[in-house]
């Protein structure tokens, strides 16, 4: 039975594995690869698809997210911290120890994290996967400085989108919000507040059908109305999806408490409702989503395993 069993290789994941390393608890961090599905959990999460992080602190002249990651992989490795390449396809947590299935069959652990992260929604339209990192970006907080002075588009009609919208007008002097319908299902004040803002206008019945570009950057997007089919160009320099994340949590259903929108409940030690699993970073965490809050998390779950170890030693459950 493993002491500590992380999922995921995030920033979440692998500052748990730094601390639980230190602490000598041998983790073992499923990095994340290929579901039985066919679909593909990125080992190293989000960050992989990051081109440039200039929120990190310790890195002053920003870090790319894949190199990032690397120095993260590398410090938890330094503490003892094994890694697989392989996603968890199935969890047991109705008894001790916790139970959880990988490719090759179950592993046992007294205490899991589950780090597993969560994925913006992407548009889905043509132009969107080339251009990304170049002008397509789905976090305004990470990327909105990279857009000082330019004409960007952000897509969406819920909170995230009002509140991506508003952070942008910090840098760009006109932000367009692009909406399917002709009102916002945003709160009545987030709505308002990003009617009322001067550099902010809107595109009713609209959808995104191309994001349109010069082979290097984003140049504009096409435009088509859900209300005739018309189709129209629109220059911009930046597309922001703001559709909703999908937290990765699949295999927890009927296991953990989830909240409606599939986010893990958490209590404010990240404790989960199953003694002995913990969770961290983006997976149960949808208001802020950084790399650094999710590292927090990451550490806060550790620490947190750390103990429920020692109460576990103290009863006699489990051995030193
Ligand atoms: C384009 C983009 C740019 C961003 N830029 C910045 C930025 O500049 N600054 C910043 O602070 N934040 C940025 N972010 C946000 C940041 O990347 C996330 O907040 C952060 O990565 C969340 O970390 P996490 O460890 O919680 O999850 P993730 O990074 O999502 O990692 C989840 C991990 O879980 C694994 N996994 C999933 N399911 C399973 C399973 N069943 N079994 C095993 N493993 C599994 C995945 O493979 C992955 O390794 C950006 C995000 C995006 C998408």
């Not at 609209?206 to 088509?224: C, H, K």
């Amino acid at each position: 039975m493993h002491k500590v069993v992380i999922l995921g290789s995030g920033p979440a994941g692998l500052t748990a594995a730094i601390y639980t390393g230190r602490a000598l608890l041998e983790p073992v961090v499923f990095e994340g690869g290929f579901h039985d599905t066919g679909e593909l959990m990125t080992p190293g999460g989000q960050l992989m698809i990051t081109t440039e992080v200039e929120n990190f602190p310790g890195f002053p002249e920003g870090v790319t997210g894949p190199e990032l990651v690397e120095r993260c992989r590398k410090q938890a490795q330094r503490f003892g911290a094994v890694h697989r390449d392989e996603v968890i396809e199935e969890v047991d947590f109705s008894g001790f120890p916790l139970r959880l299935r990988a490719s090759d069959g179950w592993v046992e652990a007294a205490t899991v994290i589950v780090a597993t992260g969560a994925n913006a929604r992407w548009l889905g339209c043509k132009g969107e996967t080339e251009y990304q990192n170049r002008g397509v970006s789905a976090c305004a907080t990470c990327d909105g400085a990279f857009f000082k002075d330019m004409e960007v588009v952000v897509v969406g009609g819920g909170d995230t989108a009002m509140e991506e919208a508003n952070f942008l007008t910090r840098y760009c002097p006109r932000v367009t919000i692009v909406h399917r319908r002709d009102s916002f299902r945003a709160s009545k004040t987030m709505a308002q507040r990003s009617l009322q803002n001067p550099r902010i206008s809107v595109q009713w019945n609209a959808v995104v059908d191309e994001v349109v570009g010069d082979g290097r950057r984003v140049t504009g997007v096409r435009l088509r109305s859900t209300a005739d089919d018309s189709v129209r160009d629109f220059a911009c320099q930046g597309v922001f999806a703001a559709i909703g994340h999908e937290p990765n949590t699949k295999v927890f259903r009927g296991h953990l408490d989830l909240h409606d929108d599939g986010y893990v409940r958490v209590g404010p030690r990240l404790t989960t409702n199953v003694a002995g699993v913990f969770a961290a970073g983006d997976v149960c965490d949808k208001r802020y989503r950084q790399a650094i809050t999710a590292a927090g998390m990451g550490c806060m779950a550790a620490l947190e395993a750390e103990k429920h170890l020692d109460e576990l030693v103290a009863a006699g459950r489990i051995g030193h």
